[in-house]
């Protein structure tokens, strides 16, 4: 089984400037998505772009920050403290890879912890080997089945199971040539109608592909074919439970970490069957109202994001979070002054009020089970090192 320390390590240091902020400390970001561009290989039926009604590639192409703007970025999030780089979005990050590997390479020789998430199908044995070399931390390759009939339907282009499968293969290859653990290697399954009832199969391949962490996100709805993928309200109430049972087991045996049977666990049945997150979001907000947490302040906030995250699109705007429609720009104002800026500071007063923004709506289920992770440890903190909570 993988060590965690590292991951440990930043989560404390999250909670602690958490912690920092709640008593009137200002802290830098801890963490950065970023979407280097919004360019992709691949038609996937669950995707955002999917639903957009354009070329999301053509599009990325006329507005996408340069590459010398992403390498600025990056030397200024390190000197703002950010632990941790992950190169997300909707789009296949290494698609352009005269963007993607020179960022890659800094990020590393800031010595920031990467992630990366990929489709798996654009990788050579020479890049995969370069990822070996440099230490990169961690690499999430996106695999809905553990077969080519189911994933290449829901991926939107055959042949795209087998290239991804090879690409985990040459991974593993040259960790183990090179001897070493890194970069840790994540499985992320979209679950859906189409493969809810292979999630065992998919730990039995996690297995055999030498996966460190099983990730299983259940379905975000942006389209109308993403709404045909919808998983029925009584499956998720009667069968979907006992293959989570089974993926569980078989987890367990073969010692895999994951988010799915953990007390965070994702796959929770008002995060499965709930289009509207925001409506998840209330209930917290309910549930915290009757808790002794005093209101107007960070732990009475629905979202921790503000205070520990920058999202930063591929044309350069800049806000808290990858769902945002609105912020500030790269293209006018450094990452130091959006962070400290008016626009953040707006945000942070309108969440510490219980005020959600219309992108809540569309909140990403792991981030709703992590956010209630993170404010039980900062309640333990709070009450550990100033006794305001008992």
Not at 183 to 205: A, G, Q, S, T
Not at 210 to 221: A, G, Q, T
Not at 255 to 265: A, C, G, R, V
Request: aromatic letters at 8%; glycine letters at 6%.
């Amino acid at each position: 089984m993988r060590n965690f320390a590292r991951e440990e390590e930043i989560n404390r240091e999250r909670i602690r400037r958490l912690a920092n902020w709640y008593l009137g400390k200002k802290e830098g970001p801890i963490h950065i998505d970023a979407e280097l561009h919004k360019r992709c290989n691949l038609n996937c039926s669950f995707c955002p772009r999917s639903g957009s009604g354009h070329d999301s590639n053509a599009e990325s192409k006329t507005n996408e920050l340069f590459t010398e703007q992403w390498i600025k970025t990056v030397r200024d999030a390190s000197e703002m403290g950010v632990a941790v780089f992950n190169l997300e979005g909707a789009n296949e990050p290494i698609y352009v890879p005269e963007l993607a590997f020179p960022v890659i390479e800094e990020i590393k020789k800031a010595g920031m912890y990467g992630i990366l998430t990929t489709n798996g199908t654009l990788w050579t044995e020479e890049k995969l080997k370069n990822l070996v070399d440099i230490k990169w931390d961690r690499i999430h390759f996106s695999v809905d089945a553990p077969d080519a009939e189911i994933h290449d339907s829901l991926r939107g282009i055959k042949g795209s199971f087998e290239m991804a499968m090879q690409s985990i293969k040459l991974l593993n290859k040259w960790k183990e040539r090179i001897g070493s653990n890194l970069p840790m290697l994540n499985m992320n399954i979209m679950i859906c109608n189409k493969n809810y009832y292979k999630l065992p199969e998919m730990v039995e391949l996690a297995n055999k592909l030498k996966v460190d962490y099983i990730f299983v996100e259940p379905l975000m709805i942006f389209s109308e074919s993403g709404k045909k993928l919808k998983i029925k309200d009584e499956d998720v109430k009667n069968r979907l439970p006992n293959y989570i049972k089974d993926a569980k087991a078989l987890a367990d045996k073969y010692e895999i970490d994951n988010n799915f049977s953990k007390q965070d666990k994702n796959l929770d049945e008002d995060l499965v069957v709930e289009e509207n997150k925001k409506k998840v979001l209330i209930k917290d907000l309910e549930v915290l109202a009757d808790k002794d947490i005093k209101k107007g302040t960070l732990l009475s906030a629905p979202c921790f994001k503000p205070w520990t995250r920058i999202a930063i699109k591929y044309d350069g705007l800049t806000g808290h979070c990858g769902l945002i429609q609105d912020g500030e720009s790269l293209k006018e104002k450094s990452l130091r002054e959006i962070w400290y800026g008016e626009w953040l500071d707006n945000i942070r007063n309108k969440m510490m009020k219980g005020q959600l923004l219309e992108h809540c709506s569309q909140c990403v289920p792991s981030d709703i089970t992590q956010r209630r992770r993170f404010r039980r440890e900062l309640l333990a903190i709070l009450d550990d090192t100033h006794g305001l909570y008992n």
